[in-house]
């Protein structure tokens, strides 16, 4: 299988499904920016960090996939197979918030991302992450989005801030607090 078809040189793709759509469309933007989304985890992922973390990324870039699929797919015309987004993902990834949070101080403010490279990493993706929720809002205005998979995106940002938060004290990074010049 070739990696080129030339069939999208004149500004449309293919749905799974078979559906041409133009590139620039809004399904094709959010599923877009999943895969920029699932490529920034990738990069949170090769830092040192605890390998029990480095799993739940994992897990999530499965996640991110499956939404992608999801959202790569004419919802009237596809008879795929695709793997499905549950509940349980989004109570799983409660629990690692949950979890991290027990362990961190509690805010008394925002804070400033950045302190440490991994850390930064970790906010442009939790940024990636809700530009994506905000795109796939907008879909969801003229086509349906399955409910599970706007609540799955919604708590990974949340996800992302305590894993940003969690590793900078992993890191012994300062979490500078911002601190509004009145």
């Known amino acids: 299988m070739k990696v080129y078809t030339k069939k999208g040189d004149k500004g449309t793709t293919q749905l799974i499904g078979g559906t ?27 830092q040192e960090i605890d390998p029990k973390y480095i799993a739940q990324l994992i897990e999530t870039q499965d ?16 008879k795929m197979k695709l793997p499905e987004l549950e509940e349980i993902d989004i109570t799983n990834i409660e629990s690692w918030i949950d979890e991290m949070d027990a362990e961190l101080e509690p805010m008394k403010s925002f804070v400033l991302p950045g302190g440490h490279t991994t850390v930064s990493y970790t906010h442009i993706a939790r940024c990636v992450c809700r530009r994506s929720e905000r795109i ?25 801030f305590v894993l940003g938060r969690k590793l900078t004290k992993d890191l012994n990074a300062l979490e500078q607090p911002w601190k509004p010049r009145m």
């Open 20 to 46: 041409r759509v133009p590139k620039s469309s809004l399904r094709i933007e959010a599923y877009g920016t999943i895969d920029e989304l699932n490529s920034y985890i990738g990069l949170i992922r090769d």
């Open 136 to 160: 796939i809002t907008e879909l969801n205005a003229t086509e349906t989005v399955s409910p599970v998979l706007s609540s799955y995106i919604n708590r990974l940002s949340d996800y992302l």
């Open 63 to 78: 996640r991110l996939f499956t939404i992608g699929s999801l959202l790569a797919t004419d919802p009237g015309k596809s």
